[in-house]
């Protein structure tokens, strides 16, 4: 199974055998394999994306049991429909559709928590819930493994094209598509939920800022666009269009791994 490498390097250091895990912000399943790998005994991925929740739960389906709607929602049972199962990996892995401000866990029921390239699409108004909820379902010891962006350098192409797709998303849904933070602000953050620093590592500097990646973020910024009035959309578009293009791929910026831990 393909995991990147920042994934295999931020869990290296980590218990992750034998643990019962959550990917906050599942994406596409990456850390979620990474868990697994390295022998989770369940893995929690959550995901508020339609879209990344079935392509999580088509990665690692096993073609048995199924997904129950409706006052169900969030539970994989057998076949009968009796009692709870995980799915695929051996019955490890379920994918739960659900708002990481909102989570459907039990309190104190998650060892590991992973947040990979999660929080900068958390904006500030939203920071406290999603920490406080996570911290709600880690039991006492747990690790909490957080790998995101600082802040792309004043000269880097890229922060041009990501300050488009926020100008694009605020017009269209009043909030930033991206907020990059520090570390030091995150860990601040959760050290007022009682969590401790563990533990900090580099993961990629420069950053590879790939042309799919910036496909990806233009195409976001595009769709945001198309939700304007034409006198807005229209040079906002072309504009994108034109940062997407003269950038094709860049390398620059840093990711981090911070890991931190709930005292026992």
Not at 81 to 105: I, K, N, Y
């Amino acid at each position: 199974m393909d995991i990147p490498r920042t994934v295999r390097t931020a869990l290296a250091d980590r218990p992750v055998s034998g643990a019962t895990c959550l990917e906050a912000g599942a994406g596409m399943g990456n850390t979620t394999a990474g868990l697994l790998a390295d022998g989770a005994s369940r893995v929690y991925a959550v995901t508020n994306d339609p879209e990344h929740a079935t392509a999580v739960r088509e990665r690692f389906d096993d073609g048995e049991g199924g997904w129950i709607d409706g006052e169900g929602e969030g539970e994989w049972t057998d076949g009968e429909g009796e009692g709870e199962r995980f799915d695929s990996e051996s019955g490890r892995t379920a994918v739960l559709e659900a708002d990481l401000r909102s989570l459907p866990l039990e309190t104190d029921s998650v060892e590991i928590i992973t947040a990979h390239a999660l929080f900068n699409l958390v904006g500030p108004p939203s920071l406290e819930a999603v920490a406080a909820e996570l911290t709600r379902v880690a039991d006492l010891g747990c690790h909490l493994v957080i790998d995101d962006y600082r802040p792309p350098p004043d000269d880097a192409a890229v922060r041009e094209l990501f300050a488009l797709e926020n100008a694009a998303a605020e017009l269209a849904t009043g909030k930033s598509a991206l907020t990059f933070y520090p570390e030091a602000v995150l860990e601040r953050l959760f050290a007022g939920y009682g969590w401790e620093f563990d533990r900090k590592r580099i993961l990629l500097d420069p950053v590879p800022w790939t042309a799919s990646h910036i496909e990806a973020h233009a195409t976001a910024a595009l769709s945001m666009c198309s939700r304007l009035r034409p006198e807005l959309r229209e040079p906002l578009a072309a504009e994108v269009k034109r940062v997407a293009t003269s950038i094709g791929e860049e390398s620059t910026g840093t990711m981090y791994s911070v890991a931190l831990r709930l005292p026992a």
